[in-house]
């Protein structure tokens, strides 16, 4: 029987690499490896051997350029050791093949910033969007309720709906390059979470519950395959009921509401891939 491997990056500021890592294994990966981003320019570990990326939250060489542009830069640039490639000409050609790939927080950012998402019309390297200052201009440490877009090819959030998770970021206000771009979100149902009332059904734009000013209340895209996906908030804080906030004053499932989409990565990998 196949197994089903993936890879967490690691380095160079990033620092939920180990919760990513236990949120796949939890899900029920066969292979989970934590790998620093110099392994893979060396040459020494090939990303075409894994299935799932995962780019975990962190602060990328400190922010020092807004958060994760420096790295975005680096995995654009940087050679692979023995090859012409860049690392990211190995993350399209990954996507390419119809493997999975997740970034949180700071991966998600910089997934934005390298084009990966939301990459309309498969445009994969060419930035339509970014993420900026929350409009609060302060670091947002809170937990928000996250409604589902049930109609996104996201494979990650199928058969969701209302999702609760914990934000950390001080640039999570995603910020479209013009109008027609998030139309096309929207038209294209790529606009996979968006921060919500208590109701976890009814975007808004109000403070607290949407922690950043987010356009369109935008806290998570896809590409039009469904098999990239970036969110702000962190599914891997919310994998066992001991993480909720209220555990204590609340009946509720052993299992967290992030392991789920997780879950859904390892089942779409072993049906589709495998």
Same mark, same amino acid.
């Given at each position: 029987m196949k197994q089903v491997k993936v890879l967490v990056l690691s380095g160079n500021g990033i620092n939920c690499e180990r919760e990513m890592a236990f949120a796949c294994e939890a899900a029920g990966a066969d292979q989970v490896d934590i790998v620093h981003v110099?392994?893979?320019?060396?040459? #020494?570990v090939k990303l075409a051997d894994y299935h799932f990326l995962n780019l975990p939250g962190g602060f990328c060489d400190g922010d020092d350029l807004g958060s994760a542009k420096a790295q975005a830069n680096r995995l654009r640039h940087a050679p692979i050791s023995g090859s012409e490639q860049s690392l990211a000409d190995q993350i399209k050609a990954f996507?390419?093949?119809?493997?999975l790939v997740l970034g949180i927080c700071n991966g998600f950012q910089m997934m934005v910033k390298l084009g990966l998402l939301p990459a309309i019309g498969g445009t994969y390297g060419q930035q339509s969007m970014s993420l900026t200052f929350n409009d609060g201009g302060r670091f947002e440490d809170r937990w928000t309720y996250l409604a589902v877009d049930r109609d996104s090819p996201c494979v990650f959030t199928k058969g969701l709906e209302r999702l !609760?998770?914990?934000v950390r970021h001080g640039e999570?206000?995603?910020?479209?390059q013009d109008s027609a771009t998030l139309q096309m979100l929207e038209d294209k149902h790529l606009s996979v979470l968006k921060y919500a009332e208590d109701d976890g059904v009814t975007p808004t734009?109000? !403070?607290p519950l949407n922690p950043n000013g987010s356009q369109n209340a935008i806290a998570g895209l896809c590409d039009e395959t469904g098999r990239c996906f970036g969110l702000m908030p962190h599914p891997e804080a919310y994998l066992h009921r001991t993480h909720h906030? #209220?555990?204590?004053r609340e009946e509720l499932p052993d299992e967290g509401m992030g392991l789920w989409l997780f879950q859904n990565a390892i089942q779409t990998i #072993?049906?589709?891939i495998l």
């Open positions: 110099a392994e893979i320019l060396s040459g #020494r996507i390419a093949d119809g493997k !609760y998770f914990p999570g206000k995603l910020v479209a734009m109000e !403070y906030p #209220r555990w204590t #072993r049906e589709e």
